[in-house]
C-alpha cells in the first residue's frame, strides 16, 4: 500500500490547507489539484491555484517543473464565445453545444431542487468522465484550431471545461496553462467565467508545493504566499 499516494488523494480534508474541499478539483496528473477559491462559498473565483501534494520529502517530478513554469508564465481563460467562426451553411450540433446544452438543463434543476446540487453534479460530473473519451476525440479539431495538442488537454468540468498545459506532450516545455470552457449558458456558468477572469487579470494565480508527513500532518508550504 502507498501510503503516500493515499495522503495526496485525501489532502484537501487535512487542516492546514487554506480553502474547503469543494474549492479543489482533482487532475492527480500531472498535478494534484486546481483549487478555485471562493467558488464553493460565493459561487465566484477569487484566486486560482495549481497545487502539487508531496509526501516523504518528494520532489516535484520534470513535468511538474514544467508547468509551475508555465503558471508563472501565463495562466489563461479561454471560452468559445471569443471565437468566430464563419460557416457557408448552418452547422450541425456540435459536441460542445449538446454538453453545454445539458450543463444548462443540469442549471436549471440545481434551481429548482437547490437541496440536491452537490448530488446532481456529482452525477453529471460521472456521467462526463464515462463519456469523456468519445467528446476528447470530437474535440481535437477544436483544441487544434487554438494550436493546442488534444494529449495536453485535461478534463475539469466544473467550474470549466477543460485545462490546457500548452506544450507538455507537444515540447520540452509548458508554454502557457489554459482554462477552456464552452460558452455560458446560464447566468451562474457566466458569473464564474468573469469571476477567473477577473482573478487572472488581477494576478491572483500561483503554483503551490505542499509536504506532508506520512502522519498527515503537513510539515512545509512551498509558494502558497508567493504571487504568480
Not at 468566430?84 to 429548482?112: G, N, S
Request: with cysteine.
Amino acid at each position: 500500500m502507498n501510503v503516500g499516494k493515499i495522503l495526496e488523494r485525501v489532502a484537501p480534508v487535512c487542516d492546514g490547507f487554506g480553502s474547503v474541499p469543494r474549492d479543489y478539483r482533482p487532475l492527480f496528473d500531472p498535478i494534484d489539484y486546481v483549487v478555485f477559491k471562493g467558488l464553493a462559498a460565493h459561487g465566484e473565483v477569487k484566486s486560482t491555484t495549481f497545487l502539487g501534494v508531496k509526501t516523504g520529502g518528494g520532489a516535484l517530478t520534470p513535468r511538474q517543473r514544467q508547468i509551475r513554469a508555465g503558471v508563472e508564465a501565463e495562466v489563461e481563460l479561454f471560452c468559445l464565445t471569443d471565437l468566430m467562426l464563419a460557416y457557408r451553411a448552418k452547422p450541425a450540433v456540435a459536441w460542445l453545444d449538446r454538453l453545454e446544452a445539458d450543463e444548462d438543463h443540469q442549471q436549471r434543476a440545481e434551481d429548482r431542487f437547490a437541496e440536491d446540487e452537490q448530488r446532481i453534479r456529482e452525477v453529471a460530473k460521472e456521467g462526463g468522465r464515462q463519456a469523456l473519451p468519445d467528446l476528447l476525440r470530437e474535440a481535437e479539431p477544436v483544441f487544434a484550431c487554438r494550436g493546442y495538442f488534444a494529449h495536453d488537454v485535461k478534463p475539469l468540468f466544473d467550474p470549466v471545461d477543460y485545462i490546457v498545459f500548452d506544450g507538455m506532450n507537444a515540447s520540452s516545455a509548458v508554454k502557457r496553462v489554459v482554462l477552456f470552457d464552452g460558452p455560458a449558458l446560464g447566468h451562474a456558468r457566466e458569473r464564474v467565467q468573469r469571476s477567473v477572469q477577473r482573478a487572472l487579470e488581477a494576478g491572483n494565480c500561483k503554483w503551490r508545493t505542499v509536504q506532508m508527513g506520512k502522519d498527515g500532518r503537513i510539515q512545509g508550504d512551498r509558494g502558497s504566499e508567493d504571487p504568480r
